[in-house]
């Protein structure tokens, strides 16, 4: 165990402040008196039983974990519209404290599962007591929608693991359907609503 805590300490640092640089974006919009694209931040480091099952089930031997597996270090950026993550992912790949190694596009290329999110695989550097470690994390970036339904059928891949009886596979399928629908009838009316924000917001600063 304490092997695994050496070997997740970096990537526990590098999720820390990834988290703190990926809501800093969030203050730089509200400080210019944007809507900002970023709705809120999460972030995690994988935990070691799911590392150890997802390098058994792929066949990634240990020593090559740091190369081999990129989502050990996950940040996860949740917005309100689809066409936010367009906006953040130029964002990052502008940023010099990063570089993107990859992209996963499951929003044009839905998963089978229904499943829509964009993904960065970066390499980021982490200043450690033995100098600096390049550290590869994963950024999933998604609208609320689709993390709606992406965490509800996590769980229930959890229940089911990924064997889903056919009535709750439709269920998921329609699901999916519907939290595309969700999106693009918000894509509709963007500016209306965030018109409405900024409205709110104004009134709620005056008080
Ligand atoms: P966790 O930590 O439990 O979320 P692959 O597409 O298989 O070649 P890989 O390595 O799985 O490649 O990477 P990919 O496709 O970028 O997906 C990694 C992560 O994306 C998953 O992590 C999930 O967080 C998310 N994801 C991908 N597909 C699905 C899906 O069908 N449903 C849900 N809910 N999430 C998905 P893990 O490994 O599941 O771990």
Redesign the pocket.
């Known amino acids: 165990m304490e092997q695994w805590e050496k070997f997740l300490a970096p990537y526990k640092q590098a999720v820390e402040e990834l988290k703190v640089k990926l809501k800093g974006m969030r203050q730089d919009y509200e400080l210019n008196r944007q809507s900002s694209p970023v709705e809120f931040v999460t972030a995690r480091v994988?935990p070691v039983q799911?590392i150890i099952e997802?390098a058994s089930a792929r066949n990634i031997p240990y020593d090559r974990l740091q190369e081999g597996m990129?989502?050990i270090a996950?940040v996860r950026i949740m917005c309100q519209f689809v066409d936010d993550i367009e906006v953040i992912c130029a964002q990052i790949r502008n940023r010099t404290d990063m570089r993107v190694v990859e992209e996963?596009d499951y929003v044009a290329n839905t998963?089978e599962?229904g499943?829509r999110?964009y993904?960065l695989i970066v390499e980021y550097p982490v200043e450690r007591l033995s100098g600096t470690v390049s550290i590869l994390a994963?950024i999933?970036i998604r609208t609320l929608s689709m993390n709606f339904w992406?965490t509800i059928?996590?769980t229930l891949?959890y229940k089911y693991s990924g064997e889903y009886p056919p009535e709750i596979k439709k269920r998921l399928q329609n699901a999916a359907e519907a939290a595309y629908l969700l999106d693009q009838e918000m894509s509709e009316i963007r500016e209306e609503i965030q018109d409405a924000q900024k409205y709110y917001t104004k009134k709620r600063n005056m008080r």
Do not use: C, F, T
């Open positions: 994988k799911s997802k990129y989502d996950g996963r998963k599962s499943y999110s993904h994963e999933q992406a059928e996590h891949n």
